[in-house]
Structure formats: C-alpha cells, structure tokens
C-alpha cells in the first residue's frame, strides 16, 4: 500500500508543474484522494462486500466530486487532474500511466448486466477535460481524447480522437511525428492537446517543440561529423538537455 502510495506521490509531482512538495500533493488532490479510496472500495467489491464498496465511492464523491464505480479497475500511477465531475463506470479499466482531466465520464451504452459496458484505456492514454467515452470498447495504448470529444468507438494506439461525434486524427507528416514522439519523450500532453486544434498556446508549444526536433538534428549531424573527422566528442550534451520540459508545462499552468 505505501509503496503505492510513494508511486502515486511520485507520478503526481513529475506530471504535474503546480505540485510544490509531497505534502501539498497528499493532503490537496482530490483525485488522488479518490484514487486511494476506490482501492479500498474494490477491494471490498472483489470481496463480496457491495454495498461497503459503494458506500466507500459515495463518500469518497462527496468528499472529492469523482465518482469511481467500485467495480472499475484502476493502474498504476494514473493521474486524475483537478478531477471535479470525473464518472468511471463499473466495467471500465483504466491502464497504467493515465492521466484523467475534470469532467471525464467513461460510461456505458448498454443496459445488460454482466456486459462490458465501459471502455478500457490502455497504457499512457490521455483523455482531456469533459470528454466522454462511451461503450464497451479499447481506446490504445499512448492514445489521446481531446477536451470535450465524444468517442463512441475504438481508438487505436497511438492515434487522437477529437471532435463530436468523435473522428480518428491519423499520423500526419514527418515534423508532425517527430514533434509527438519529442512531447512523449518530455511525458506533455496537457488537457489532450492535439495539433488539429487553434488555441494559440497549443501552435505555440508545438513551434518550440519544432524548435527542439530540429535543434536535436542539427547537433546529431555536428556530432556525426566531428566524430568523421576523428576529433573526441566525449561529454557532449544530449539535445534533449538544453530543453526545459518544466518551462514548457508552467506555459500551460
């Protein structure tokens, strides 16, 4: 148990630029709080004991406005962010790494018990703030939903989904790529951010990470050809070392 909670602590404070200290994430965060207390909800769930189950995820809604079924099966180190108005229905299955914004509802369309009504969010799937997903579906690993998108049916890994009814945004082109696989490596995606959208922040987060994709280039060829020439580059910085993921995330803080 503490250990998981070291891990939730952890996760917390390296996603999250407005977390400060261990402290302020363990007494502050209502969706760790009720991240901890559906554990024990579930437990009592598997258990046979139902309704200790559910009155344990009434109280913890009523304390922190999130409202876990304690059917629902959670990972490990998921982040629910501010959490308020966040529904995870009974079958659901939230994989590791996740990360839930408020006003998240994973839901079901079917009135049949013993069904899998709820969809399943694989590894490091980011669903943004007031997106619904709604059926008994896979959403893949490293996908992400789009703030206030409606997903009524499979995503594929790796792939976004935005809009309503929500359609699949497929891979685009090379600098498109590399800038997504440059924010994963930085582990940003905030809110479920995708290129298609025209706030004026997200065009601008993904000018620097051009900027950064281009830069780490440029200093691989420098060194590709120093070391060509047969001249030592031994402690040469990485190109990922003279940026500051922490800088980025304060942008959208």
Request: aromatic share 6%; proline share 4%; with cysteine.
């Amino acid at each position: 148990m503490f250990s998981h909670l070291r891990e939730d602590l952890a996760n917390v404070l390296e996603h999250d630029p407005a977390a400060r200290s261990k402290w302020e994430v363990l007494t502050c965060y209502p969706g760790m709080h009720a991240l901890w207390l559906h554990r024990f909800a579930h437990v009592a769930w598997q258990r046979g004991f139902h309704w200790v189950g559910r009155f344990t995820s009434h109280v913890a809604r009523m304390l922190t406005g999130v409202e876990i079924h304690p059917g629902a099966t959670i990972g490990r180190r998921v982040f629910i962010d501010h959490g308020m108005g966040v529904v995870i229905g009974e079958t659901a299955v939230v994989g590791d790494d996740c990360t839930i914004y408020q006003g998240v509802t994973l839901g079901g369309t079917s009135l049949y018990r013993g069904t899998k009504r709820h969809p399943t969010l694989g590894r490091g799937v980011v669903v943004g703030a007031g997106a619904k997903v709604l059926g008994g579906f896979d959403v893949g690993d490293g996908a992400k939903v789009g703030s206030n998108a409606v997903v009524v049916k499979p995503v594929p890994a790796g792939a976004t989904a935005v809009g309503n009814p929500a359609r699949i945004v497929e891979a685009g082109d090379r600098p498109s790529r590399e800038r997504e696989a440059k924010a994963e490596q930085m582990g940003f995606s905030a809110y479920g951010v995708t290129r298609d959208l025209d706030d004026p922040v997200s065009k601008a987060l993904h000018g620097l990470l051009d900027h950064a994709v281009e830069t780490d280039r440029r200093i691989r060829v420098l060194v590709e050809k120093l070391v060509d020439a047969g001249i030592c580059v031994e402690g040469t910085a990485k190109a990922e070392d003279t940026f500051d993921p922490k800088g980025l995330g304060k942008m959208v803080d």
